[in-house]
């Protein structure tokens, strides 16, 4: 549940900052106890905006402030 709170904060604060942005939550089976944010360009290309894994304890470190990684998306697109 916790997992899902925070990707839906997520994804919505990327969508508030970026008009028409398409936001996947796990497209594919995540890893078990993490939490990631990534960017998959138009090329074909990703970058990670954000890696819960080797954070914590404790357990509210492996999650993202969603302002952070909006920041680190705009920085990413520029």
Do not use: C, M, Y
């Not at 916790?2 to 919505?12: D, I, K, P, Q, W």
């Not at 078990?32 to 819960?52: A, I, Q």
Request: aromatic content about 6%.
């Amino acid at each position: 549940r916790v997992f899902g709170r925070n990707a839906a904060a997520v994804s919505e604060a990327l969508r508030g900052a970026v008009a028409h942005l398409p936001v996947e939550i796990n497209p594919r089976q995540p890893r078990r106890n993490s939490f990631e944010v990534s960017l998959v360009k138009e090329d074909g290309s990703t970058v990670e905006l954000w890696s819960g894994i080797g954070k914590g304890p404790p357990r509210k470190l492996k999650f993202p402030q969603p302002e952070a990684v909006v920041e680190a998306l705009k920085s990413s697109l520029a």
